[in-house]
């Protein structure tokens, strides 16, 4: 079992920052790719930000050039700071992670989610 728990949302006016944090638990044998999702009430789940195990990125056009994802892989951890943020980034963020377990057994994990709310 791999363990996602996240950190660093709340409650921030727009054009502020936020940086996001995520750290993996468990039984953990590799970690190829690190993501952030976010869901907007009455919308569905989207992509924020990967970063893979090489540290290739990809964004979502809606927070290209205002955000940037990293990861330590020594402490199994991604972040996502994200600025210049809107209304429209208010969101429950999640953190995702796909790799091996000791195993060997892919798994494909979530953490429980972190509120930001960003007021006008």
């Known amino acids: 079992q791999v363990q996602l728990v996240e950190s660093g949302g709340g409650l921030v006016q727009a054009g502020g920052s936020l940086r996001l944090s995520c750290a993996a638990s468990g039984s953990i044998f590799s970690i190829n790719v690190m993501a952030w999702y976010r869901q907007a009430p009455g919308k569905q789940r989207e992509l924020v930000a990967l970063?893979?195990?090489?540290?290739?990125?990809n964004y979502a056009d809606s927070v290209k050039g205002r955000s940037t994802i990293s990861r330590d892989n020594a402490k199994n951890a991604v972040y996502l700071q994200i600025n210049s943020l809107k209304p429209e980034d208010t969101a429950v963020y999640y953190c995702?992670?796909?790799?091996?377990?000791?195993?060997?057994?892919?798994?494909?994990?979530w953490g429980q989610g972190t509120q930001v709310t960003v007021s006008s």
């Open positions: 995702a992670a796909r790799g091996q377990t000791t195993r060997r057994v892919p798994y494909d994990s």
């Open positions: 970063i893979t195990s090489a540290g290739i990125t």
